[in-house]
């Protein structure tokens, strides 16, 4: 009989199980909304990115259904043979002139506009200099180019500094951050990376997937909250996070853009998305615009809720965004800590290694524009119920 080639793996998943790392998939039956039923339970939901509750907006759908009705459930092609349809084009305009920006791309998500972008305008002859918490999409699209990688400490600027300034002339330079970190919910330093990159010759990219319809006017992102408009070579947006949907987009001049048609592998390679996601995206943007409010509701939901927890006592890291990490140390604990808040009704994941340090594993909590203050109080006395029969509090 044949051995099986992947036993290995069953190894792995053994080892994981030992460490109480092993999880499940949990499956929300109904909507991913501020409360959803996951796993068969109606819990309060603290673990999408879906921040602004758009996902199940009624003018979204309204849009994605109107747009399934007149041109079809799928594009059928990669953009550059026949899937470009007139709202992809559309929405590349739209998204264009709210980032303020010549051009827009828009990639199947944010993850391939990451690697795309980044393993497409480098070379082996390049250098990146990267923070050392930037995305998983950032890391792999460094490593599809090819190019030598300089990560610096969590955005220490001087460090960053240091390496640009011993680098030799000739390569090309890319200075790269996360706009909001995704595991610790704080902000890249972009004012002080932009003057970095502007005195060394770098081209500064700025990775915008959480901060896309949170931070900036309207939502513009950390670019308009740092008032850093043309500084920033190279924008990355996310269309699946607070814009509810799905997709990702590289915002800049119009030679990045055309350069990327030309060149980007996911861009090149793979479908482009059903013209109801791009649909329900223009009326997320129109949304953005006409009613800026709902982020507001957003940023009071995480006032209240950090607060509470900062009260607790829990250790909420140095999180500046609604993205609250609960930290606790180890990852089996977290895990514990993630469980127990299960049974009481509250769904917020935990997170440990590789996602995060091993020693910094946490419960990962977001708040959204939709929950309500009840549902948010009962959050954090879950919390606090939980937290006090751990000893975290
Ligand atoms: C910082 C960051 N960049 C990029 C992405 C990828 O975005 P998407 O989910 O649209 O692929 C994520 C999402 O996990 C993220 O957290």
């Not at 909507?31 to 907006?57: C, F, I, K, M, P």
């Not at 513009?220 to 909250?225: A, F, L, M």
């Not at 957003?298 to 609250?324: C, H, K, V, Y």
Request: charged share 20%.
């Amino acid at each position: 009989m044949r051995t099986d080639p992947l036993a290995y793996l069953a190894a792995e998943l053994d080892t994981l199980s030992a460490q109480g790392l092993r999880r499940s998939l949990r499956e929300l039956t109904g909507e991913q909304a501020h409360r959803s039923v996951v796993d068969g339970r109606s819990v309060v939901n603290l673990s999408s990115n879906n921040y602004l509750g758009l996902t199940n907006h009624p003018s979204l759908k309204a849009r994605a259904i109107d747009a399934i009705e007149r041109l079809g459930v799928g594009s059928g092609s990669v953009r550059t043979i026949a899937g470009t349809m007139a709202i992809h084009a559309e929405l590349e305009r739209q998204l264009a002139t709210f980032k303020q920006v010549d051009a827009v791309v828009v990639f199947q998500s944010g993850f391939t506009a990451n690697a795309g972008t980044v393993s497409s305008i480098l070379t082996k002859e390049d250098i990146v200099i990267s923070d050392e918490l930037n995305h998983a999409s950032i890391i792999d699209g460094c490593r599809l180019s090819r190019a030598a990688i300089k990560v610096f400490p969590h955005k220490d600027v001087d460090a960053a500094r240091a390496i640009v300034r011993d680098l030799p002339n000739g390569p090309r330079k890319l200075l790269i951050t996360d706009g909001v970190f995704s595991m610790d919910g704080d902000l890249g330093p972009l004012p002080g990376l932009c003057a970095l990159a502007e005195e060394y010759g770098c081209i500064m990219m700025v990775d915008d997937a959480h901060a896309s319809g949170v931070f900036g006017r309207n939502g513009r992102g950390t670019v308009d909250h740092f008032g850093m408009h043309g500084r920033v070579d190279v924008q990355v947006g996310t269309l699946s996070k607070a814009v509810g949907a799905l997709g990702g987009y590289v915002a800049g001049s119009r030679a990045l853009v055309d350069f990327l048609h030309h060149r980007a592998r996911p861009f090149l390679f793979s479908t482009s998305h059903p013209p109801a996601v791009a649909a329900a995206c223009l009326a997320a943007i129109e949304l953005l615009l006409a009613e800026p409010q709902i982020i507001e509701r957003l940023w009071d939901n995480t006032r209240f809720f950090q607060a509470g927890l900062r009260t607790l006592g829990f250790d909420i890291g140095m999180s500046e965004s609604p993205i609250t990490p609960v930290i606790v140390g180890e990852g089996a604990r977290a895990m514990q800590l993630s469980d127990r808040l299960f049974a009481e009704g509250v769904f917020a994941q935990g997170i440990a290694f590789p996602t995060v340090a091993r020693d910094r594993a946490r419960v990962r909590a977001i708040v959204t524009a939709t929950h309500t203050r009840d549902e948010l109080q009962f959050a954090l006395d879950a919390f606090a119920k939980v937290g006090r029969e751990l000893g975290l509090v």
